[in-house]
């Protein structure tokens, strides 16, 4: 598994990394499914995009709490991008496996470790953290699932368990970036990596393939 030490302060810098990362899996046409603003369009070229969001500014609108099927053909898209999204919907099973229906090759799906985000708030007794708790009034939106790094991960391994169609070809976790020393001892205190990724990893990055389809030639 790949770690790449790097802190995501806004949308854009996730989508950058995106961009950087996994850009060789992208083919000629590209579905990023809550795309947000779409800022992963302003970089790209000569790649037909199409972004699906309730807000922002999508090519296609879609609710995906709502819909039970996205609005595209089997096999539409050579590459599906799916970016701090499932986590926010009840319906993630349901998405999950529209992502890979809709997808012809490869889906790119960055899930969010919720409990590095929450050690520290709870530890110090802070009393709520971001995207959960209970605010006065009703919010837009917020996180409807609380999994850790290792629960994703496991999640995917067993999606692949089930559709044989699909296979795993990267992975790679994104860590805040320390010093050092303070690096060596969190390793030295949780030896174990399921142990350390939950604690200190913050989102795990997963890229399947059909393997009906062959792969680019990146």
Same mark, same amino acid.
């Given at each position: 598994?790949?770690? =790449?030490y ?6 854009t810098?996730?989508?950058k ?5 996994f850009q ?7 579905? =990023?499914v809550?795309?947000?603003k779409?800022?992963l ?6 790649i037909e995009?199409v +972004?699906? =969001?309730?807000? +922002?500014?999508?090519d296609?609108?879609?609710d995906?709490?709502?819909? @039970? ?5 089997d %096999? %539409?898209f050579?590459? $599906?991008?799916?970016?701090d $999204? *499932?986590?926010h *919907? =009840?319906n993630?099973? &349901? ?6 229906? $809709?997808?012809?090759r ?5 899930w969010?470790?919720?409990?590095v ?8 007794g802070h +009393?709520?953290f971001?995207?959960? +708790? ?5 919010? &837009?939106?917020?996180h409807?699932?609380?999994? %850790? &790094? ?12 089930k559709?044989?169609?699909? @296979? *795993?070809?990267?992975e790679? $976790?994104s860590?805040?970036? #320390? ?12 030896? #174990? @990596?399921?142990?350390?990724l939950?604690?200190?990893?913050h989102?795990?990055?997963?890229? &399947?393939q059909?393997?009906?389809?062959k792969?680019?030639?990146?």
């Open positions: 598994m790949l770690v =790449d790097v802190n995501f302060y806004a949308r810098n996730r989508t990394y995106t961009f950087e990362k060789k899996y992208f083919g000629r046409k590209i579905l =990023d809550g795309c947000d779409a800022f369009k302003t970089m790209i070229k000569n995009y +972004g699906v =969001d309730i807000s +922002g500014n999508p296609v609108y879609v995906l709490e709502k819909t @039970q099927r996205l609005p595209f053909e %096999s %539409s050579d590459c $599906v991008i799916c970016s $999204v *499932l986590e *919907l =009840d993630l099973h &349901l998405i999950f496996s529209e992502l890979l229906r $809709v997808s012809g490869y889906v790119i799906i960055a969010p470790n919720n409990w985000n929450a050690r520290i708030p709870i530890e110090r +009393g709520h971001k995207h959960y +708790g209970l605010p006065p009034e009703k919010p &837009l939106d917020r409807k699932w609380f999994f %850790s &790094l290792s629960e994703a991960e496991n999640f995917v391994k067993e999606q692949i368990q559709n044989r169609n699909i @296979q *795993l070809v990267e790679r $976790v860590e805040k970036p #320390k010093i050092f020393p303070l690096h060596l001892l969190r390793h030295i205190r949780y030896p #174990k @990596q399921e142990y350390y939950n604690r200190y990893a989102t795990l990055w997963t890229v &399947l059909k393997k009906s389809e792969k680019t030639n990146a």
